[in-house]
């Protein structure tokens, strides 16, 4: 786990609802070892949210090019209906949650950062919109990971991703669109 993982895992558990799984292998081909290449990845994390009944991939990233997050997107896309096998077979998930799978995104903000160095966030949302030439076969959720930081949220009882008191500084940026904020 990465220096700041911890932090995002801490932010996960404080959601009573959700349950994590964390460096959890998704492999395609059935096998007691990962065979190497595209066929299985290590998820930062597997989190199942049991009020909405959804099922998430995790995934940090704290670079500012998003590069490879990218590359892990074209490729889950690539692979969908066989990473969605994958987690029926290997972690036993409910066909009905799997309709919901999703990623889930922690990408820096970039709100602290000076204009040259920040986060290219154009990138990110182009490159999600041109997953399956324009038919993507899902909608990340995305988080700052400046919201993951334990003064931002109730740490024992936080409820889902809501937006809270103004004190807390919650709400999502306005590069994050709509059905990917939620």
């Known amino acids: 786990?990465?220096?700041y993982e911890s932090v995002v895992m801490d932010y996960l558990r404080a959601d009573r609802a959700l349950f994590v799984n964390t460096e959890c292998c998704i492999q395609i081909s059935r096998g007691h070892n990962p065979d190497k290449?595209?066929?299985h990845w290590y998820c930062d994390a597997v989190v199942a949210d049991f009020r909405s009944e959804t099922v998430f991939l995790c995934e940090i990233s704290y670079s500012l090019k998003l590069a490879a997050l990218i590359k892990r997107l074209k490729t889950?896309?690539?692979n969908w209906e066989s990473i969605r096998g994958a987690l029926a077979r290997e972690s036993a998930l409910r066909e009905d949650w799997l309709v919901r799978l999703r990623p889930w995104l922690f990408v820096p903000s970039g709100e602290e950062c000076v204009p040259e160095t920040r986060p290219d966030h154009h990138q990110l949302l182009t490159a999600l919109s041109r997953l399956g030439n324009g038919s993507p076969k899902f909608i990340p959720r995305i988080t700052p990971l400046e919201m993951v930081q334990p003064w931002r949220y109730c740490?024992?009882?936080r409820i889902g991703e809501i937006e809270c008191c103004p004190r807390h500084k919650?709400?999502?940026p306005e590069w994050v669109p709509e059905a990917m904020a939620k």
Request: aromatic residues 20%; negative net charge; contains cysteine.
């Open 170 to 172: 919650c709400n999502k």
């Open 76 to 78: 889950w896309n690539d």
């Open 1 to 3: 786990m990465d220096y």
């Open 37 to 39: 290449g595209i066929t």
């Open 155 to 157: 740490s024992w009882d």
